[in-house]
């Protein structure tokens, strides 16, 4: 039963019209071509295909835009379709666009015949196949990559399963395709990756679609191998992962050759121990974490007592493997965090981490030294060293860095060696810090040399029976930019003993030895003494310098220098020294030992050291008013210089009431603030023509033994007076005794016969004044701490105005007729 039309047919030329509107909707191209070749007919579509109108193009030749490449097969169709008057064919040609582009078209063509059954041309279809073109090429550019690439490439399914691999796969691994399709990757695992590397390859897999790395895999063969592998999560439309694809290369060759070069970079090839590199390495890693839990590091660096013997008695192969067996003994001692390196020679270093009190590691570090101690047996010897180790501590209280902490630890070392080796010393942080110090004032110092900083100023040395200027000391000070003028006791300690003194002295030299000359042009001929250091005396040139330095101021009387030596300098060679002196004596440079009587060895020196004059310590003179100590000291040295045959100057002369004591004892040279303080060499002139002797000097003579001994009463009355105020004032416990020793006065009293049955009458008054005192002494020191203030301070009165009119007495004894 045929079914019913839904539509009426059309006719005549509603038919054409309509077959025309369906021509021209249409996507494909529909086309004729006449005998000739030239387009006859296009719809609209063509302008789609190629940008031209179709009415544009009929008439031209259908073969001008196609592909030069394609055209040969293209005229080869159309003759073929052509010549035999039927059939149809399917080609695919590029085919030219208005904006010279090609577009790929696939081409359906039969030959047209005319109503008249005759060949009209050929028509047909074209359509663009342009996107199915170009996604087939890169269809078959992935499947190209994918079976040529040197990297093996692994794609699986979600499950993990192996979907497809390629040659390079094969060629790596060893398996073929056949063989691993469907299976898991891990018929490749070597069991070299834990189960932590496994979960975090997949978990970033799973938040990053992404994972690279290097794992240990293991051939067919059974061969391990190193690849980078890098796998990426492909995921379907819905999100969800689909595929797994791993893309790798053996880099077995490469990691060999880096493991290889590491070795060399990082180890010591004889020990296999960290080499430098690797051990600074390790000693940041330390620190940091040092820093981060708040424990401390030890760097120990350990150089061998005595290596070289080793070497040489036994050979060198034998030193070598005492080095291996020393290292590997180490690497016992310590922890598996700690690090042991041989960084050169028979050098080690040990970094120690993880300590909590720097004493934690100690035994660690004794154990350090056992284990370079015990004897090695090598080829039947016995092979013994030992070890000098030295120790520095992180952190410290300053901020310090790896470098600092290693050179902390090499003087560490020194210092053992110093000691004697065969021990270990811990850095002292606080000595270094003074060492710092001490460095950068010695720069300074050395400094101001250079930049003529120092000057000297000359204090008097005045003979106290005349007023005359005997000589003068030269006395350096260093006007400081910053500091101003500093005295030498800021900073010739800092020098004592340092090669600095050597350059200093000398320039002090020619400097008194100038000035020397510029009094001399000045019609001033003045002896000046400079201060030598016993260093500077201890250098074997010495003499020749001083001789070169006199040599070149040919005017100065060398007589007229006169050199000063410390008594406490060290003097170490007596002999040599002794001898200096000697020859400065033939060329006419005296010399003095200066501070006389603070050294221990003053009477050695006196006895051994050819100086012409003893200078008395200051410190003896400043307090022989009131320290009968001090006062016997003095008389000695007096005795003694007077013994010897040496002229004697006093220091430290602060007033003229020490000036004439000095006289009276019979120390006539002095110098101090009572008489002048160092001043310029150019003031001096000035200063010496004002200059005139103290009336409360004049005629003052030395003191015949009585009287001595009353001045020595008089100091001892002094002090025990003031001792007994002082006490009374403020109680100490080591309490004054209440009756005066009065040894002085009792010998005083002895010489001039107050023992004898007739005590001179002149005497009585001065005994009973005595009396009194003493009972005074004792009563105002019996008193108490809980006496009332009121009585202490009135007994106190009573004992003072007893005191003063008593010393008076004294004073006034000292003054008659001897
Ligand atoms: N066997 C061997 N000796 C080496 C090696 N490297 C350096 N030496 C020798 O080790 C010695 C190290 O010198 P020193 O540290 O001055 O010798 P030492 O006798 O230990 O001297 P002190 O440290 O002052 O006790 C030198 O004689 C080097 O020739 C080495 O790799 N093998």
């Known amino acids: 039963m045929m079914r019913p039309s839904l539509v009426s047919p059309v006719h005549g030329r509603k038919r054409m019209a309509l077959a025309e509107s369906v021509l021209d909707n249409l996507v494909e191209v529909v086309f004729q071509i006449d005998c000739g070749g030239n387009w006859v007919f296009l719809n609209q579509a063509w302008l789609q295909l190629t940008g031209h109108i179709p009415a544009d193009s009929l008439g031209k030749r259908f073969i001008d835009d196609v592909h030069p490449d394609d055209r040969a097969e293209c005229c080869a169709l159309f003759q073929s379709l052509i010549s035999r008057r039927a059939g149809e064919c399917?080609?695919?040609?590029?085919?030219?666009?208005?904006?010279?582009?090609?577009?790929?078209?696939?081409?359906?063509?039969?030959?047209?015949?005319?109503?008249?059954?005759?060949?009209?041309?050929?028509?047909?279809?074209?359509?663009?196949?342009?996107?199915?073109?170009?996604?087939?090429?890169?269809?078959?550019?992935?499947?190209?990559?994918?079976?040529?690439?040197g990297e093996g490439i692994m794609i699986t399914s979600s499950a993990g399963l192996i979907l497809d691999v390629n040659a390079a796969f094969e060629t790596i691994t060893g398996y073929t395709r056949a063989e691993v399709l469907g299976r898991s990757p891990k018929l490749l695992s070597s069991g070299r990756q834990d189960a932590a590397f496994y979960a975090d390859m997949w978990r970033n897999l799973d938040t990053h679609d992404y994972w690279q790395g290097e794992i240990y895999n293991r051939r067919k063969s059974g061969e391990a191998y190193v690849e980078r592998l890098t796998i990426t999560t492909i995921r379907d439309g819905a999100g969800q992962p689909a595929n797994y694809v791993g893309i790798f290369s053996d880099i077995t060759i490469q990691k060999i050759q880096a493991e290889h070069l590491d070795k060399i970079a990082h180890y010591d090839p004889l020990t296999g121990l960290p080499n430098r590199r690797l051990l600074a390495d390790r000693l940041q890693q330390a620190m940091a974490r040092s820093r981060r839990d708040g424990t401390g590091?030890?760097?120990?660096?350990?150089?061998?007592?005595?290596?070289?013997?080793?070497?040489?008695?036994?050979?060198?192969?034998?030193?070598?493997?005492?080095?291996?067996?020393?290292?590997r003994r180490m690497q016992?001692?310590?922890?598996?965090?700690?690090?042991?390196?041989?960084?050169?020679?028979?050098?080690?270093?040990?970094?120690?981490?993880?300590?909590?009190?720097p004493e934690d590691c100690l035994s660690l570090i004794a154990r350090l030294l056992e284990c370079v101690r015990e004897p090695a047996f090598i080829e039947d010897a016995q092979v013994c060293v030992t070890g000098s180790l030295g120790v520095s501590f992180y952190p410290q209280d300053e901020d310090i860095n790896a470098d600092?902490?290693?050179?902390?630890?090499?003087?560490?070392?020194?210092?053992?060696?110093?000691?004697?080796?065969?021990?270990?010393?811990?850095?002292?942080?606080?000595?270094?810090?003074?060492?710092?110090?001490?460095?950068?004032?010695?720069?300074?110092i050395e400094r101001a040399i250079a930049k003529r900083e120092f000057v000297l100023h000359y204090q008097p040395i005045i003979d106290l029976r005349t007023g005359r200027l005997n000589s003068v000391e030269a006395l350096v000070r260093w006007m400081h930019p910053?500091?101003?003028?500093?005295?030498?006791?800021?900073?010739?300690?800092?020098?004592?003993?340092?090669?600095?003194?050597?350059?200093?002295?000398?320039?002090?030299?020619?400097?008194?030895?100038?000035?020397?000359?510029?009094?001399?042009?000045?019609?001033?001929?003045?002896?000046?003494?400079?201060?030598?250091?016993?260093?500077?005396?201890?250098q074997r040139d010495f003499v020749q310098r001083l001789r070169t330095a006199l040599a070149t101021r040919p005017r100065v009387d060398p007589r007229r220098l006169k050199l000063e030596v410390l008594e406490t300098s060290a003097?170490?060679?007596?002999?040599?020294?002794?001898?200096?002196?000697?020859?400065?004596?033939?060329?006419?440079?005296?010399?003095?030992?200066?501070?006389?009587?603070?050294?221990?060895?003053?009477?050695?020196?006196?006895?051994?050291?050819?100086?012409?004059?003893?200078?008395?310590?200051?410190?003896?003179?400043?307090?022989?008013?009131?320290?009968?100590?001090?006062?016997?000291?003095?008389?000695?040295v007096i005795g003694m210089a007077a013994a010897?045959?040496?002229?004697?100057?006093?220091?430290?002369?602060?007033?003229?009431?020490?000036a004439k004591m000095l006289i009276q004892l019979g120390c006539f040279l002095a110098q101090g603030f009572g008489i002048a303080r160092p001043?310029?060499?150019?003031?001096?002139?000035?200063?010496?023509?004002?200059?005139?002797?103290?009336?409360?000097?004049?005629?003052?003579?030395?003191?015949?033994?009585?009287?001595?001994?009353?001045?020595?009463?008089?100091?001892?009355?002094?002090?025990?007076?003031?001792?007994?105020?002082?006490?009374?004032?403020?109680?100490?416990?080591?309490?004054?005794?209440?009756?005066?020793?009065?040894?002085?006065?009792?010998?005083?009293?002895?010489?001039?016969?107050?023992?004898?049955?007739?005590?001179?009458?002149?005497?009585?008054?001065?005994?009973?004044?005595?009396?009194?005192?003493?009972?005074?002494?004792?009563?105002?020191?019996?008193?108490?701490?809980?006496?009332?203030?009121?009585?202490?301070?009135?007994?106190?009165?009573?004992?003072?105005?007893?005191?003063?009119?008593?010393?008076?007495?004294?004073?006034?004894?000292?003054?008659?007729?001897r």
């Open 332 to 357: 016992l001692a310590v922890r598996e965090l700690d690090t042991v390196a041989r960084i050169g020679g028979d050098e080690f270093v040990v970094v120690i981490g993880d300590i909590r009190p």
């Open 679 to 817: 001043m310029p060499g150019e003031r001096l002139v000035e200063w010496a023509s004002g200059w005139t002797l103290p009336s409360s000097l004049r005629g003052c003579t030395a003191l015949d033994r009585e009287h001595a001994l009353l001045l020595g009463a008089l100091v001892e009355y002094r002090a025990w007076t003031a001792a007994v105020l002082r006490q009374a004032a403020a109680p100490a416990p080591d309490r004054v005794p209440d009756a005066m020793q009065d040894s002085r006065m009792e010998q005083w009293l002895t010489a001039v016969g107050a023992a004898t049955p007739d005590c001179p009458a002149w005497l009585r008054p001065l005994l009973a004044l005595r009396d009194a005192l003493h009972a005074a002494g004792a009563e105002l020191l019996a008193s108490g701490d809980d006496a009332a203030t009121d009585n202490r301070s009135a007994a106190a009165k009573h004992f003072s105005g007893l005191a003063a009119d008593f010393l008076g007495m004294l004073g006034a004894g000292l003054e008659s007729p």
């Open 644 to 658: 010897f045959k040496r002229e004697l100057v006093a220091e430290g002369v602060e007033s003229m009431a020490h």
């Open 482 to 538: 910053e500091r101003g003028c500093l005295g030498p006791g800021e900073f010739l300690p800092l020098i004592e003993g340092h090669p600095l003194t050597i350059p200093l002295e000398n320039w002090i030299l020619g400097e008194a030895l100038d000035q020397h000359q510029r009094w001399l042009d000045a019609g001033w001929d003045i002896a000046v003494s400079v201060n030598m250091s016993g260093t500077q005396l201890h």
């Open 404 to 444: 600092q902490l290693m050179r902390q630890a090499d003087q560490a070392m020194y210092r053992a060696k110093d000691l004697g080796k065969n021990r270990y010393c811990v850095f002292d942080s606080a000595g270094h810090r003074s060492a710092l110090d001490r460095n950068s004032q010695l720069e300074e």
């Open 90 to 149: 399917r080609h695919e040609v590029r085919y030219r666009h208005r904006d010279d582009s090609y577009r790929w078209v696939e081409a359906f063509a039969r030959c047209a015949l005319d109503e008249d059954g005759r060949l009209a041309g050929v028509a047909g279809t074209l359509t663009d196949v342009s996107a199915r073109k170009a996604a087939d090429d890169q269809l078959r550019l992935a499947a190209s990559v994918f079976t040529n690439a």
């Open 297 to 327: 590091v030890a760097v120990v660096y350990v150089d061998l007592d005595g290596f070289k013997a080793v070497n040489d008695e036994h050979g060198h192969e034998i030193g070598d493997r005492l080095l291996v067996a020393i290292g």
């Open 571 to 636: 003097l170490h060679d007596i002999a040599h020294v002794s001898r200096t002196i000697s020859q400065c004596a033939e060329f006419g440079v005296s010399f003095s030992l200066d501070d006389f009587g603070t050294g221990y060895s003053s009477l050695r020196y006196l006895k051994q050291l050819p100086a012409r004059r003893i200078k008395i310590d200051q410190s003896f003179v400043k307090n022989m008013l009131q320290d009968p100590d001090d006062l016997a000291i003095l008389e000695g």
